[in-house]
């Protein structure tokens, strides 16, 4: 195993999700015995501290060029940067020696349709999925598109995601069944792995994820403030930034601004886990929801929006609840647990426990060994 090389090519700027995937992932395969070819977005994807983190460890960094990011309007309708996307694994491929390629990535189908003519092994990995209807040029070529993937499928290559509700979707976008193009389940796991003591300073209601239209701060908004008239000693707490931070902030009533917070982006997390009594996520997109996860590992009941992958980490009336995106039965639903301590507490510990069973390191790691290695022992 020592000495055996692989290649990580990533697209992550500052903190997201697929940064918090590309350390787990590095972390695991450093520890495998593998020496790691990373080739980042820019230099910035990084802090300071953890490339001083991955100093002594066998990984060298490498940059993709700025084009294959472009932002350009008229390259963008041209198809450039996708074609420009696809000819670097073109070339990639047809000059590297490595043993295996892993991708992680938001964007899967420029960068990944490059790089698995040439019978080496590639696994991707997606744990973001596409948002919106597909383009009027991806239409017109959807049966080339999914002739192409199915011919990918007969190859040495393996695609990975992080639920099936993520597998549902991206099997629609390339119009293929399961059996011409498998995609494998793997949950990712939740970083933390003790529970922690809650304080009892008083009933919070804890959401974290960037202020985005798809994390949908607006109605949490509207849930945080119709429950916070209801009941006087609430607080709702959301950590992250975006681009709608400034505009809900704004729309917070003066009177409630001690009770309803934007704490913005914190590095440890672990202090508002243990101040919070719950976990509430209203999400219209989510592939997954680790912070779900997160919050099952500190034992705390969840309220889940049904959509993406979110029904999958809660089970409805024994995790938490699972509701529609109609913000009286959001409210609803909080205010009975706050109403109920004992069944809240019964609900965390049940999300613990299915914590345990299905999204501990542990777990993910067997799996992962199974799934890229074709082994457990890898």
């Known amino acids: 195993m020592q000495g055996k090389r692989i290649v990580l090519i990533t697209d992550f700027t500052g903190y997201s999700g697929t940064k918090t995937y590309f350390l787990l992932l590095a972390d695991y395969l450093l520890r495998k015995g593998y020496q790691l070819e990373v080739f980042l977005a820019s230099k910035d994807s990084l802090s300071n501290q953890e490339y001083l983190d991955f100093k002594t460890k066998p990984i060298t960094f490498h940059y993709l060029p700025k084009i294959l990011f472009t932002d350009n309007l008229f390259l963008k309708r041209l198809r450039i940067n996708k074609l420009l996307q696809f000819l670097f694994l073109f070339v990639f491929r047809l000059s590297s020696s490595v043993s295996r390629l892993f991708v992680s990535t938001g964007h899967p189908f420029s960068?990944?349709?490059?790089?698995?003519?040439?019978?080496?092994?590639?696994?991707?990995?997606?744990?973001?999925?596409?948002?919106?209807?597909?383009?009027?040029?991806?239409?017109?070529?959807?049966?080339?598109?999914?002739?192409?993937?199915?011919?990918?499928?007969?190859?040495?290559?393996?695609?990975?995601?992080?639920?099936?509700?993520?597998?549902?979707?991206?099997?629609?976008?390339?119009?293929?069944?399961?059996?011409?193009?498998?995609?494998r389940v793997l949950y990712t796991p939740c970083r933390f792995t003790q529970p922690i003591s809650h304080s009892s300073s008083g009933p919070v209601v804890l959401t974290i994820g960037h202020l985005e239209r798809w994390k949908n701060p607006d109605?949490?908004?509207?849930?945080?403030?119709?429950?916070?008239?209801?009941?006087?000693?609430?607080?709702?707490?959301?950590?992250?930034?975006?681009?709608?931070?400034?505009?809900?902030?704004?729309?917070?009533p003066e009177d409630l601004r001690d009770r309803i917070q934007l704490v913005g982006f914190r590095?440890?997390?672990?202090?508002?886990?243990?101040?919070?009594?719950?976990?509430?996520?209203?999400?219209?997109?989510?592939?997954?929801?680790?912070?779900?996860?997160?919050?099952?590992?500190?034992?705390?009941?969840?309220?889940?929006?049904?959509?993406?992958?979110?029904?999958?980490?809660?089970?409805?009336?024994?995790?938490?609840?699972?509701?529609?995106?109609?913000?009286?039965?959001?409210?609803?639903?909080?205010?009975?647990?706050?109403?109920?301590?004992?069944?809240?507490?019964?609900m965390g510990q049940a999300g613990y426990e299915k914590y345990r069973q299905n999204f501990t390191p542990e777990i993910w790691e067997k799996k992962m060994d199974r799934l890229l290695f074709d082994t457990t022992e890898a």
């Open 111 to 183: 960068f990944l349709s490059g790089a698995w003519l040439w019978g080496k092994k590639f696994v991707y990995i997606q744990h973001t999925y596409p948002q919106g209807s597909p383009s009027s040029f991806t239409k017109l070529i959807s049966g080339i598109r999914s002739a192409w993937f199915s011919q990918m499928a007969k190859r040495r290559f393996s695609f990975i995601t992080v639920s099936e509700a993520s597998k549902r979707l991206i099997l629609d976008l390339i119009n293929l069944s399961d059996k011409k193009f498998p995609i």
């Open 219 to 252: 109605f949490w908004l509207e849930v945080a403030i119709s429950v916070a008239r209801q009941n006087n000693e609430v607080s709702f707490i959301w950590e992250g930034t975006g681009s709608m931070m400034e505009g809900i902030q704004r729309r917070i």
């Open 267 to 346: 590095e440890n997390l672990l202090d508002l886990f243990s101040t919070s009594s719950i976990y509430f996520q209203p999400s219209l997109v989510e592939s997954q929801g680790l912070s779900v996860v997160e919050a099952m590992a500190h034992a705390l009941p969840c309220v889940v929006s049904n959509h993406g992958g979110l029904p999958e980490m809660t089970d409805h009336a024994k995790t938490g609840y699972v509701i529609e995106l109609k913000a009286e039965l959001g409210a609803e639903r909080l205010l009975f647990l706050l109403q109920n301590p004992d069944i809240a507490i019964k």
